[in-house]
């Protein structure tokens, strides 16, 4: 609380009544000002502002309620405007729009990367299979069989592999998360796993296993046993 | 020879090769995308701040330029004190405010400037001409478009407008003289220059003698960090910023972007990496047999490696060089992206090709391709040749 008549007198004592903590609102993640809060009057009498604000914030009971408010304050109202939060939302959050933008685009890079590398070693490690599958053949198991015996190994290493993703995924998060609150002194979270982004890349990487194991056992299937034998 | 077989090597498998190429030219894109996000922002602010040569900033005590409200008091005394500064060659104030063109049902709200023309730094002229007189001012195109004006109009033009009791702290009929470029702003937004002492004038009391911000040149042998010393010396009630300050302040805000740019181009040279050698190393384990006869009819230990690490280099080499275009490409498509950033100015780019940086982060990709065949050719070089002989028979 400001001292009872503030004015703008040097030597005012100031006492600090409470400690705020920044709410998490991306809006104010880049700035790095100090903030302080005061009771309305005391900051109109300190920089002699007279009765004005800057704006009003309306609650209403929402809904159509906001429309008809905002319709007959602007009717009203001579020399200001009111604007429902939507649209001052969007007005704001242009920002974190075009961020989210880049994310998106960087996302949709690194998963056509990581599918590329997941799909050569995928091959790869169904293309080791060479002899197994050649012994498989010699013995008299048919075609089919051994294309699914691959597919399923290719499934449950690309399985195995997305849980490991998961988990690793978990652990880098909360380490970005703990890294940028610290950076930018906010407890708005960084990178947030959802299930859907989850189950989003738990089912691409069961696919390009699948894709890549069927794609590998077809071809070893197709090719004389002795052939696989390097004979 | 070695060439010849390393291609032979390489074609052997095509898929694989074309897979793996695929995948080194997507990292490569990302490493190189990476690099220029990384230098790109630091090079394009840095010379966009060295435009017209002026290389210190001066803004009220403990703010940037245009980070508040916050003006200098008794401007003219600061520009004689400023000028006095061994290496000063010239001050150029700067007022900025916000104007309302008046004349249409609803005002055209804009931002303003109020600077000296003959050294001024915010604008480029593209037609008409300076606002050399008190009654004159330059639009951006945006402003233009705004109020339907072109050059030769009068302007309505008010400081300090109260929009619910409809007063001005100042009112003006300005004519436009000149079409300009704001070089701080971007292309959409509405802004216009006249002289200093008319938005002091129309400013009142608030505005008397009063500037936002002064941009100061020095000579070219002067140092500017001595001069911006030197003028924080002089007044105690100003911050100076050298470019290279403002540089490093820019790039705390945007730090984000930096260490994002680190992390994904550090993931894209491990990924790289870890493709070219996987494939090296598979394709190694299949010539176990084909190693042990080349050793075993005297082909040298060093021969072989060389041969192997050749195909390394083939893959990365391939790749980074496709990688190069395609990172052109989606730098060019990420930079429209980020370009939208609202008041972000034209001349910005997050996303710039500096030949030595992308060709040293492409070079590190190569390098990493040399590294990821020498490993499993030496151990393949190196096994007992009869045992593997046998073995590989035997099979």
């Known amino acids: 609380m400001l001292a009872p008549e503030p004015g703008a007198v040097s030597g005012d004592t100031v006492r600090v009544a409470a400690i705020l903590e920044r709410r998490a609102d991306p809006s104010e993640v880049a700035r790095s000002e100090y903030r302080i809060r005061l009771h309305l009057d005391h900051l109109q009498r300190l920089i002699s502002y007279g009765d004005r604000v800057d704006r009003f914030a309306v609650l209403s009971a929402g809904g159509d309620a906001a429309d008809s408010v905002l319709k007959s304050v602007n009717q009203a109202a001579f020399g200001f405007r009111a604007y429902p939060s939507r649209e001052i939302a969007v007005e704001t959050s242009k920002t974190f729009l075009v961020v989210s933008r880049f994310h998106r685009a960087i996302g949709v890079i690194t998963i056509v990367a990581s599918a590329t590398f997941l799909l050569c070693i995928m091959l790869l490690k169904v293309d080791e299979r060479r002899r197994d599958v050649a012994a498989m053949r010699l013995m008299g198991i048919s075609r089919s069989t051994v294309i699914r015996s691959v597919m399923v190994e290719s499934s449950a290493i690309a399985l195995v592999g997305s849980v490991f993703g998961v988990g690793l995924g978990f652990i880098v998060s909360a380490f970005v998360n703990s890294h940028y609150q610290a950076v930018y002194q906010t407890p708005l979270r960084f990178a947030v796993i959802t299930p859907g982004t989850v189950v989003f890349s738990v089912v691409l990487s069961l696919l390009l296993g699948i894709g890549a194991g069927a794609l590998a056992a077809r071809r070893l299937a197709r090719t004389p046993p002795l052939a696989l034998f390097g004979r | ?395």
């Open chain 2, 1 to 395: 020879m070695r060439l010849q077989l390393a291609i032979l090597s390489l074609r052997r498998h095509v898929s694989r090769t074309l897979l793996a190429m695929l995948g080194v030219t997507v990292s490569a894109a990302m490493l190189l995308d990476m690099v220029m996000l990384a230098t790109g922002m630091r090079e394009s602010f840095s010379s966009l701040l060295g435009r017209n040569g002026f290389t210190i900033r001066v803004s009220p005590r403990g703010t940037l330029p245009f980070d508040s409200e916050a003006t200098i008091a008794r401007a003219g005394d600061a520009i004689a004190q400023m000028k006095a500064v061994a290496g000063v060659t010239a001050v150029a104030p700067v007022l900025g405010t916000t104007i309302h063109a008046l004349g249409s049902a609803e005002p055209v709200t804009a931002f303003a400037l109020g600077i000296d023309p003959a050294v001024q730094g915010d604008y480029e002229l593209l037609s008409g001409a300076e606002p050399a007189a008190g009654d004159a001012l330059v639009a951006s195109d945006a402003l233009l478009r705004a109020t339907s004006k072109a050059v030769g109009d009068t302007l309505d033009v008010a400081i300090g407008f109260d929009p619910q009791l409809r007063t001005y702290a100042g009112r003006r009929r300005l004519v436009i003289s000149g079409r300009a470029r704001f070089l701080y702003l971007s292309e959409t937004d509405r802004a216009a220059a006249m002289q200093l002492a008319t938005v002091q004038a129309m400013g009142g009391t608030q505005r008397a003698d009063r500037a936002s911000l002064f941009m100061v040149r020095t000579a070219p042998n002067v140092d500017p960090e001595q001069a911006r010393a030197a003028i924080e010396r002089a007044l105690p009630r100003v911050t100076a910023l050298s470019t290279a300050g403002a540089v490093a302040e820019a790039e705390k805000r945007l730090s984000y972007f930096r260490q994002l740019a680190f992390i994904l181009g550090a993931v894209s040279l491990g990924v790289g990496f870890l493709l070219v050698t996987t494939i090296v190393t598979v394709s190694v384990n299949e010539r176990i047999g084909e190693i042990a006869v080349m050793r075993a009819i005297g082909v040298s230990r060093l021969h072989i490696v060389q041969q192997i690490v050749i195909e390394g280099i083939g893959l990365s080499l391939a790749g980074a060089v496709s990688g190069l275009l395609l990172g052109l490409v989606t730098a060019r498509y990420l930079n429209s992206i980020l370009s939208a950033f609202p008041g972000l100015p034209d001349a910005i780019d997050f996303f710039l090709f500096q030949p030595s940086a992308a060709f040293r982060a492409l070079g590190l990709l190569v390098a990493s391709g040399i590294a990821a065949g020498v490993y499993p050719s030496w151990r393949a070089a190196s096994l007992p040749i009869s045992t593997t002989l046998r073995e590989e028979a035997v099979g």
